[in-house]
């Protein structure tokens, strides 16, 4: 492969993730294809030891419900730094698992919390945390309290992806992996795809040929970065 510039990097997950992560690698394209719808679900009256929240769009939606008059605990067990700070932000005591769903999982029996816990995801959520909750003997309801609605690419996205130039695709999640693939494919996308994949599943998820691709060492946004950063090395090494 000749010598070649950096390629464009490509974000596809919602908008403050993506500005985020834009700002940590000097700038992207950004193109959600998911946008939150919150939700106001319905929710029993109980005496809740705490709610649980495994994202930003999470506590949002916790705020949202807080506000419209439903009775929600003060104390918030959250599954990472960012979600805890978001949190905070939003008049809960957060606690932060620092982690994923299984440092949470474990961030709670360690508390010896009898409950009841309530978790509020999404309509579409990768790990089952209340049934392991209850595996684990600690009472837990859950409800939906938000859906993330697909969206198209941009025009922008669309005519870099029909382009002879390589893009990096940073994806996040196996579901964001099949949306991607799916617009790529309706958008007739040709570019060399340079996939930078947050686990195996991510990538597995992503059915579309692929001309390099970096699993991130860990399930987080500096194993990310370093993700990315390791496939502009091979890319204009190669």
């Known amino acids: 492969m ?31 294809l998911m946008v939150p719808e919150f939700l106001s679900p319905p929710l029993p009256t109980r005496d809740f030891a705490a709610v649980v929240l495994t994202s930003e769009t999470g506590v949002e ?11 929600l605990p003060k104390r918030a067990f ?47 959520t990768a790990g089952d945390v209340q049934n392991r909750l209850i595996l684990a003997g600690i009472e837990t309801v859950s409800a939906v309290a938000y859906r993330q609605k697909p969206q198209p690419l941009t025009t922008e996205a669309e005519a870099l992806l029909q382009s002879d130039a390589p893009i990096i695709l940073p994806i996040f999640s196996p579901r964001s992996a099949q949306l991607l693939a799916a617009e790529i494919k309706r958008v007739g996308g040709k570019a060399p795809l340079w996939l930078a994949a947050l686990s195996p599943a991510v990538a597995q998820a992503f059915d579309l040929p692929i001309a390099l691709i970096q699993i991130a060492a ?15 090395r091979r890319g204009i090494s190669s």
Do not use: W, Y
Not at 61 to 71: E, F, Q
Not at 92 to 120: C, H, K, R
């Open 61 to 71: 939606a916790a705020r949202r419900i807080s506000a419209a008059g439903a009775p």
């Open 2 to 32: 000749a010598r070649q510039s950096q390629p464009t990097i490509l974000l596809t997950r919602p908008l403050a993730q993506s500005q985020r992560f834009a700002a940590m690698v000097g700038g992207a394209v950004i193109a959600p």
């Open 218 to 232: 860990q399930p987080d946004a500096a194993a990310m970065l370093a993700a990315v950063t390791e496939l502009q």
């Open 78 to 124: 959250c599954v990472g730094d960012r979600t805890a700070k978001a949190a905070q932000a939003a008049g809960f005591d957060a606690i932060s698992a620092q982690g994923d769903a299984n440092a949470l999982l474990a961030l709670l029996v360690g508390q010896n919390i009898t409950g009841p816990l309530l978790v509020l995801h999404a309509e579409d």
